[in-house]
C-alpha cells in the first residue's frame, strides 16, 4: 500500500506541472482556436533563463528562498517577453489566415526555438544549479516526499489560483472572457483585441516559464529539446480536460500525470506512452469534448 | 495577382540556389576528403557534437604535426548532419560520396544510423569507421565496414562478470532505454551473462530517453529488493535516475556502460552516484602520456573533459589518418587513388580496396580508448576498465580483458 | 483507348527515365529524387483527408509505418523465397523482384487502410482538434508497439530488407496516387467530400452520407501512406522506429497546408520543395534548421493559403499566358 501511495504522490508532482503548461495551451486556444506548439518550448526557454540568472545572480553558492524567488520572477519575465515577441512576429500576421495556416506558423516557430537552443545553449545537458537544496519528508507508511516536491505543489496552486482571479476578478480577465467568446463583438464593447491576446500568451509563457523552472528544480537537467516531450503531454492533457476550459487543464493535467506514474507502476513501463494515449482515445470516445468541455451543437 | 508576383522571384532564388548548391561539387586541387556524418541537431546531438569534436582534434592535431597533410594531399573533412534520423544518414553518406567524393567516411554513433548508411558505403567501397556503434550486426553488413568501439556481448560479459565476480552480488535490477538500441542490446547480453555466471535478475523496468520523471519504475524496483541495478544508458539520464533513486531511498549501487562518462554525469547526478561503478574505454586517471596529452588538448579546446564518444571518433579519425600514411609509403601510386582528382575512376576504387586492407590489418594500435586490434569481423578487441564513483570523482578500479 | 494510351505512356516514360537516370544523377541526387517522390505520395494522400475532407490527421507517420514493417516483414519472410522460386522456373530476377515488391506494397497498403478504417471511426463523433489529437495518439501508439515488438526487431531497428524499390516503383506510386486524386475530386465522391469539408451540416442536409465518406477518406488517404511506407523500407532497406515519429506526421502536414488544402499539384510542388529545401540548406551547416524552420514561417505569412491556394497547377494555362497568341 505503501508504494502506492508514493506512485500516487509522484503522480500528482508530475501531474501539476503539466497542468501548469497546459494552462497555457489552453488560454490561447480559447481566445485563438491555435494550438501553440512552440508552448512547450517556451517551457525550456523558461528553465533555460532561470539557469542562466540563477548563475548571474551568484544563487548556485548561495541558496536562499529569497533568491530562488528571483530566478523563477526573472524567468518567467523572460518568458513573458518571448510570448509577446512570438505572437506579434509569428502569428498576428497569420491571425486572419485559416487556422491551419496558423498551425504550421506555430510548427514553425516551435522547430526554430529547438534549433536556435541548440545553437545557442549547445546540445549537451546542463546541470540546474540546486537553488533550493533537497531534504525528504516522511509522509508516515514509508511514503516520502521531497521538499522540492512541496515546492512545486504550492507554486504551482498559487498560480493556479491567481489566474483563476485575473480570469473571473479583473478588467482585463473579463475582456479575456468577452474576447474568447466573440473577437468581434468584444471588440465592439471597445475591447482592444489585439492587447488581450498579447496578455494572454505573456501570461500563458509565463506559467510555462514557472512550469520549467519547478521542473528543473527537481529533475536538474535542462536541454534544448525538452520542452517536446512534457510539451505534447500537456497538450494532450488540455484536450483530455475540455480545452479552451481552465478548470479542465487542472484535471487533465492531473489526470495524466497520474494514469502515466501508475501505468509505469502497475502496468508497463515500456507501453507507458501508448497506455496514456489509449487511455486518452476511450475518455475521448465516451465524451467528445473532454471531461469538462462542453459539446456544442453546430449551429445551422 | 500581387501575391503571385511576389512568388515569383522567391521560388527563382530557391531554384538558383539548388543549382549553386548542386554545381559545386569538386574542387580544383587535389586533396584528400573524408566524410563524417552525425546528429548534430535533433535529441542526440550531443553525441554527434562529441564526435565532430574528436574528430576535429584528430585534424588539429595532424595540421600542427604534419601541415594537415598527407602523402603530400591536403586533408579536408566534410561533416554532414543527419538529425538522427536512419533515412537522413543514408541520404547524408549518399551525399558524401556522391557529391564530395569522399575516399572515407567516419560515424555514426547510434547504430541504428550506422546500419542505415553502411550498405551505401559498402556498395561504393568507401572504407566506412563507426566509432562508436556498439551493435554486433553493424560490421556484419560488409568488408568495408569497422567500429573502434568494443561491442554489446563483450561490455555486457564485463559489467556482469563484475558484479557477480568482484562485488559478489546475487539479485540485480535492470533499468534500460527501450528507445536506444544501444541501451537495449546491452541490457539484454548483461541478463545473459549475469544469470550464466549464477545471478538472478530480478526486475526489468524501462523508460524513454528524453524522460524527466523515473519515480514511478524506481519505485517498482525499490519493492523488489534488488542488490544493485544495471542502468545501460546514457548519461543525459543516469544523473537524473541515480538522483532519484536516493531520493525515494534507494541506496544499492547502480552499474553502467560506457554511456555514462561524460562530466555531465557527475555535475547531474552528483553526491547520488557515489559508490556506482561503470564500465569504459579509459580512465582519466591512467597516467598514460597519450590518454593525458589527449585529455590536455580536448579540455584546451572544448572547455570539458571528452565522454566516451568524443576519444573513440578521435581513435577512429587518427585510425584513418594512420592507414592512410601507411599506404602512402607503402605504394605512392595506388595511393593517388585517393585524391579528389581520381574520385569515380579505377585508380580510386583500387586505392580505397588496399585501404580496406590496411585498416583491417590494425594491430596494437595505441589509441586513447586502449589499444586497438581489429579482429576478423573488423571490430576492435581491447580490455575494458571498471571505472567507481568515489566522493565525486572518477577512480579507477579494475580492468577486464576481452 | 485513351487510358490505356496514357497509362502504356506513363509506365513507357518511367523506365526510360528509370535507365537514364543513373546516367544523369549521382546516386545521391537519385535518392533525393526518390525521397522526393516517397514525400508526394505522403502528401498527395494526406491531402484527401486533411485537405479534401477537412479532417485534421495528425497521424499520417503511422500508416506509413504500418505499411513500412508490414511489407517489410512479408518481403523477408515470403517475398524473397518467392523470388528464389521464381528464378528457379527461369524467370528473370527483375520481373520476379518486381512482382514481389508489388504484392508486399498491396499488402502494406491494405494493412495500413484496414488501421485508417479504424482511426476513421472515431473522426464520426470527434471533430477537429479533438480528432487531431486521436490520430497524433494513433501514430505515437503505432511507434510504441514497433519500439517494443522484438519480432520486428524493435529499438535495434529491421536491417536486410530486399532493396527492390527503385525510381520506376516510386514514380509508378506517385502516378497512381495522383491520378486516383484527380479522378476523385472530379467524381461525385469527390465533390461529397469537399462539400464536408466547406460545411458538414449542410452536406448532411442535402444527403450526403458524411460518414461513409470520411472513413473512405482516411482509407484511401492510409493506403497510400502505407504503400509510401513500403516503398521507403525497400528502397532503404532498413527500417527504425524512430524514422516514424510524430515530427514526421509534421512534416507531411506542412507540405499539405504549404501546397494549398485541397490542391493535388500544390502538395506535389510542396513535398518536392520542402524535400530539396533541406538537402540544398546543407552548406550552411549549423543553421540548417534554422534558416528552415524561418523559411516556413515566412512562407506562411506570406502565402497563407499555400502555394497554390485551393488551385491546380494548370500547365495549359500557364502555356497559353507566357505565350498569348498561340492557341
Known amino acids: 500500500m505503501a508504494e502506492f501511495f508514493q506512485q500516487l504522490v509522484n503522480g500528482i508532482t508530475w501531474g501539476s506541472v503539466y497542468a501548469l503548461i497546459a494552462l497555457g495551451y489552453t488560454m490561447v486556444y480559447g481566445i485563438l482556436k491555435l494550438i501553440n506548439f512552440a508552448h512547450g518550448d517556451v517551457y525550456m526557454l523558461g528553465a533555460f533563463f532561470a539557469y542562466y540568472s540563477a548563475r548571474w545572480l551568484g544563487v548556485a553558492e548561495h541558496p536562499t528562498p529569497l533568491h530562488a524567488l528571483g530566478v523563477l520572477l526573472l524567468a518567467m519575465a523572460g518568458c513573458a517577453v518571448v510570448g509577446i515577441v512570438i505572437e506579434r512576429a509569428a502569428y498576428k500576421p497569420v491571425r486572419r489566415s485559416s487556422r491551419l495556416a496558423a498551425l504550421i506558423t506555430a510548427i514553425g516557430v516551435s522547430l526554430l526555438l529547438e534549433n536556435a537552443g541548440i545553437l545557442i545553449f549547445g546540445p549537451d545537458p546542463k546541470f540546474f544549479p540546486q537553488i533550493i537544496p533537497s531534504t525528504n519528508i516522511a509522509l508516515g507508511g514509508g511514503v516520502t516526499i521531497s521538499n522540492q516536491q512541496v515546492i512545486i505543489l504550492v507554486v504551482s496552486v498559487v498560480l493556479m489560483i491567481g489566474l483563476r482571479f485575473i480570469v473571473l476578478k479583473t478588467r482585463v480577465g473579463k475582456a479575456m472572457q468577452a474576447v474568447s467568446h466573440n473577437h468581434t463583438a468584444a471588440a465592439l464593447m471597445g475591447i482592444s483585441v489585439d492587447r488581450i491576446i498579447t496578455f494572454t500568451f505573456m501570461i500563458g509563457s509565463m506559467l510555462a516559464a514557472a512550469a520549467g523552472v519547478l521542473v528543473a528544480l527537481q529533475n536538474p537537467k535542462i536541454e534544448p529539446l525538452m520542452g517536446i516531450m512534457p510539451g505534447l503531454k500537456a497538450f494532450v492533457a488540455a484536450v483530455l480536460g475540455g480545452i479552451g476550459n481552465i478548470p479542465g487543464a487542472v484535471i487533465g493535467g492531473l489526470i495524466m500525470g497520474i494514469a502515466e506514474v501508475m501505468v509505469v507502476g502497475y502496468l508497463s513501463p515500456t507501453y507507458r506512452d501508448a497506455i496514456a494515449f489509449v487511455l486518452l482515445i476511450v475518455i475521448l470516445l465516451v465524451r467528445p469534448a473532454g471531461i469538462l468541455g462542453r459539446n456544442v451543437a453546430e449551429k445551422v | 495577382m500581387t501575391s503571385r508576383i511576389r512568388l515569383r522571384p522567391a521560388l527563382g532564388g530557391v531554384l538558383a540556389i539548388t543549382l549553386l548548391a548542386l554545381g559545386c561539387g569538386g574542387s580544383t586541387q587535389d586533396e584528400l576528403v573524408i566524410g563524417e556524418y552525425g546528429s548534430l541537431s535533433g535529441n542526440d546531438a550531443t553525441f554527434g557534437q562529441s564526435t565532430k569534436n574528436g574528430v576535429e582534434l584528430a585534424l588539429d592535431e595532424l595540421k600542427a604535426a604534419k601541415d594537415g597533410k598527407i602523402g603530400g594531399l591536403r586533408v579536408r573533412i566534410v561533416v554532414e548532419d543527419d538529425q538522427g534520423r536512419p533515412e537522413e544518414a543514408a541520404t547524408a553518406v549518399q551525399k558524401l560520396i556522391n557529391q564530395d567524393r569522399v575516399c572515407a567516411v567516419l560515424g555514426e554513433v547510434a547504430s541504428s544510423r550506422s546500419l542505415a548508411a553502411a550498405p551505401i558505403s559498402q556498395a561504393a567501397g568507401v572504407p566506412m569507421i563507426s566509432p562508436s556503434s556498439t551493435n554486433p550486426r553493424v560490421t556484419q553488413v560488409g568488408d568495408y565496414i569497422f567500429r573502434m568501439c568494443f561491442i554489446d556481448p563483450f561490455q555486457g560479459t564485463v559489467m556482469a562478470k563484475f558484479a557477480a565476480q568482484n562485488l559478489g552480488l546475487k539479485r540485480v535490477a535492470i533499468l534500460k532505454d527501450v528507445r536506444n538500441d544501444y541501451s537495449v542490446g546491452l541490457a539484454q547480453f548483461y541478463a545473459d551473462a549475469f544469470v550464466k555466471l549464477g545471478g538472478q535478475i530480478v526486475g526489468e523496468q524501462a523508460y524513454s530517453a528524453g524522460d524527466q520523471d523515473f519515480r514511478a519504475q524506481l519505485t517498482n524496483v525499490k519493492g523488489k529488493n534488488p542488490q544493485a541495478i544495471f542502468v545501460p544508458g546514457y548519461y543525459t539520464e543516469v544523473g537524473l535516475i541515480a538522483r532519484q533513486a536516493r531520493e525515494l531511498g534507494i541506496t544499492v549501487p547502480l552499474l553502467g556502460g560506457d554511456g555514462w562518462e561524460s562530466d555531465q554525469l557527475l555535475e547531474i547526478g552528483g553526491p547520488a552516484l557515489n559508490g556506482c561503478y561503470y564500465s569504459n574505454h579509459f580512465s582519466v586517471d591512467n597516467p598514460d602520456p597519450r590518454l593525458q596529452s589527449f585529455l590536455k588538448a580536448y579540455r584546451a579546446k572544448y572547455g570539458a573533459d571528452p565522454d566516451a564518444i568524443g576519444g573513440l571518433a578521435y581513435d577512429a579519425a587518427n585510425v584513418l589518418f594512420l592507414s592512410m600514411d601507411k599506404l602512402a609509403t607503402e605504394n605512392a601510386e595506388t595511393f593517388k587513388g585517393l585524391g579528389s582528382a581520381a574520385a569515380g575512376s579505377d585508380a580510386r576504387r583500387a586505392a580505397t580496396t588496399r585501404l580496406r586492407e590496411i585498416i583491417a590489418s590494425t594491430r596494437d594500435y595505441p589509441g586513447v580508448t586502449g589499444t586497438i586490434t581489429l579482429d576478423a569481423n573488423r571490430n576492435a578487441r581491447k580490455p575494458a576498465v571498471v571505472i567507481e564513483i568515489k566522493d565525486g570523482k572518477k577512480v579507477y578500479n579494475t580492468t577486464i580483458n576481452p | ?327
Open chain 3, 1 to 327: 483507348m485513351k487510358r490505356a494510351a496514357w497509362l502504356f505512356g506513363t509506365l513507357a516514360g518511367l523506365l526510360l527515365l528509370d535507365v537514364l537516370l543513373p546516367r544523369l544523377l549521382n546516386p545521391y541526387l537519385r535518392q533525393v529524387a526518390v525521397l522526393c517522390g516517397i514525400n508526394v505520395i505522403l502528401a498527395v494522400s494526406l491531402n484527401l483527408i486533411n485537405g479534401f475532407t477537412g479532417q485534421f490527421s495528425i497521424g499520417h507517420a503511422g500508416f506509413m509505418a504500418i505499411g513500412a514493417y508490414g511489407s517489410a516483414m512479408f518481403s523477408l519472410h515470403v517475398g524473397e523465397r518467392w523470388v528464389s522460386a521464381l528464378a528457379g522456373l527461369g524467370i528473370p530476377a527483375v520481373i520476379a523482384a518486381g512482382f514481389a515488391l508489388f504484392v508486399a506494397l498491396l499488402l502494406g497498403g491494405v494493412l495500413a487502410a484496414i488501421a485508417g478504417y479504424l482511426v476513421g471511426l472515431p473522426s464520426l463523433r470527434l471533430r477537429g482538434d479533438y480528432l487531431a489529437i486521436v490520430t497524433l495518439g494513433f501514430g505515437e501508439i503505432i511507434r510504441v508497439l514497433i519500439t517494443n515488438i522484438d519480432a520486428v526487431g524493435a529499438s535495434r531497428g529491421l536491417p536486410g530488407i530486399p532493396p527492390w524499390a527503385n525510381f520506376f516503383w516510386v514514380g509508378l506510386g506517385v502516378a497512381a496516387a495522383i491520378v486516383l486524386s484527380v479522378h476523385l475530386a472530379r467524381s461525385t465522391h469527390g465533390r461529397a467530400l469537399f462539400a464536408i469539408r466547406d460545411d458538414e451540416v449542410a452536406a448532411e442536409a442535402l444527403g450526403v452520407d458524411t460518414t461513409s465518406y470520411k472513413v473512405l477518406a482516411f482509407v484511401i488517404g492510409a493506403f497510400f501512406a502505407g504503400i509510401a511506407g513500403g516503398l521507403f523500407a525497400h528502397y532503404l532497406s532498413y527500417l527504425n522506429p524512430n524514422s516514424f515519429t510524430f515530427i514526421k506526421s509534421i512534416e507531411v502536414i506542412a507540405m499539405v497546408v504549404l501546397g494549398g488544402m485541397g490542391s493535388i499539384t500544390g502538395s506535389v510542388i510542396a513535398a518536392i520543395l520542402l524535400t530539396i529545401l533541406p538537402e540544398v540548406l546543407r552548406p550552411v551547416k549549423d543553421l540548417r534548421m534554422i534558416i528552415y524552420s524561418l523559411m516556413l514561417v515566412i512562407l506562411m505569412i506570406t502565402r497563407p493559403q499555400g502555394l497554390l491556394g485551393d488551385r491546380e497547377l494548370n500547365l495549359r494555362r500557364l502555356w497559353r499566358r507566357a505565350a498569348p497568341g498561340t492557341p
